[in-house]
């Protein structure tokens, strides 16, 4: 079934460890984003890429950083996690810039 | 940057017709959408409006007014499974989305 996959589900990390989310598309979506999901205060987004090779920070990118090798997988890494950024991350794609996104099933994640 | 407003929760009753609505204030609009969101779920696309006016599409429809900055989503014939938060977003001229903090619809028998 061809959508957005988001591994892991959830976890639990220490603070101060590296971690990194992974998000494939398999729609062959040029565009790609990963928000995160804080109780109040909705998604914020936190890095983009609008085509392989290309990225771009979005609202919230501090302590964050991705890269797109190829068009299907965008990985967001977090160098060294603080318990600041415990929270539902979500990886989207659209086709193009200006098409609707679709979300993955996102990834909980806490910082101890 | 993009300032979105919209109500923290509402509640009706099934059958009935819910009106959700959003402001928003942007540097440069570009299109605005309707997400539903289940509790535990990733957020699913239902709308689009970059012209003023109404966009129906079955039970849901959404309406844009760039002038006034304001959009609503109406649900109408509600159902239980409409029970969710529903998530207005605007573009800007960057194509990328700001998402108010959403408006979470408990439909009740």
């Known amino acids: 079934i061809a959508g957005i996959t988001q591994a892991p589900t959830s976890q639990i990390l220490a603070a101060g460890r590296r971690m990194t989310l992974r998000c494939t598309q398999d729609m062959r979506h040029n565009a790609m984003y990963w928000y995160r999901q804080d109780l109040g205060l909705g998604l914020r987004l936190i890095h983009y890429?609008?085509?392989?090779?290309?990225?771009g920070k979005g609202e919230v990118p501090d302590g964050y950083s991705v890269s797109r090798a190829n068009t299907d997988d965008f990985p967001l890494t977090l160098a060294s996690a603080v318990p600041s950024q415990t929270s539902v991350y979500f990886c989207a794609s659209s086709e193009g810039e200006n098409q609707p996104q679709h979300f993955g099933d996102g990834t909980r994640l806490s910082i101890l | 940057g993009q300032n979105i407003d919209q109500p923290t929760e509402m509640t009706a009753t099934e059958g009935a017709i819910v009106q959700i609505n959003c402001t928003y204030q942007t540097s440069g609009f570009n299109g605005l959408f309707w997400y539903q969101q289940h509790a535990g779920e990733a957020p699913t696309f239902l709308s689009y409006n970059v012209l003023d006016g109404l966009e129906e599409k079955g039970r849901f429809s959404s309406f844009l007014s760039r002038s006034k900055g304001y959009s609503y989503l109406l649900l109408k014939e509600l159902q239980m499974k409409d029970s969710a938060s529903y998530l207005c977003?605007?573009?800007?001229?960057?194509?990328?989305?700001?998402f108010g903090a959403g408006t979470t619809v408990t439909v009740r028998a």
């Open positions: 977003a605007v573009r800007d001229r960057d194509y990328k989305l700001s």
């Open positions: 890429s609008n085509t392989a090779g290309t990225t």
